[in-house]
């Protein structure tokens, strides 16, 4: 079952939320008429993001649902973010004219050259350490305390 949050909307059978819009230096080549001149098209920008035939949100013959960059805004609510993440698989996407892609999100860098994690880095960082700790958890409720006899 997914756990509804604020913004989620379903596109196709996959449930979405907005997760934020292009950074300046992002992008590359900007779009006519938008008012952030260093966006682009997603379509063109294609060092981070791929297809995802296995989602199938797309308007070619390996579709396994029907896609149109219209309706995917308009069930968004008209958001105005360019990246969402799909609740299912916790990938994030980039809706373009024929297809949602896949987005790969670039290493961010400080001023000393060290990287920064990225959120989804961030995100995976989380869940590992989540995990580890209900592994402890789990580990420890079954074992039995020590009496006092049996302790240093």
Not at 73 to 93: T, V, W
Request: aromatic share 12%.
């Amino acid at each position: 079952m997914i756990k509804e949050t604020p913004g989620t909307f379903r596109f196709g059978d996959y449930h979405f939320v907005p997760y934020r819009q292009f950074r300046k230096g992002e992008t590359k080549r900007p779009l006519k008429g938008d008012s952030r001149p260093w966006k682009i098209d997603a379509q063109y920008e294609m060092r981070n993001i791929r297809s995802d035939r296995e989602l199938g949100l797309s308007k070619y013959d390996w579709k396994k649902s029907e896609y149109s960059h219209e309706k995917f805004y308009e069930a968004s609510g008209d958001s105005k973010c360019d990246i969402f993440r799909c609740i299912e698989n916790g990938k994030l996407y980039v809706p373009a004219e024929n297809e949602i892609f896949q987005y790969n999100e670039p290493k961010q860098r400080t001023k000393t050259g060290v990287k920064k994690p990225t959120l989804q880095e961030k995100l995976d960082n989380a869940r590992q350490h989540l995990k580890e700790e209900n592994a402890k958890h789990d580990g420890n409720r079954g074992a039995q305390p020590k009496k006092r006899d049996e302790r240093e």
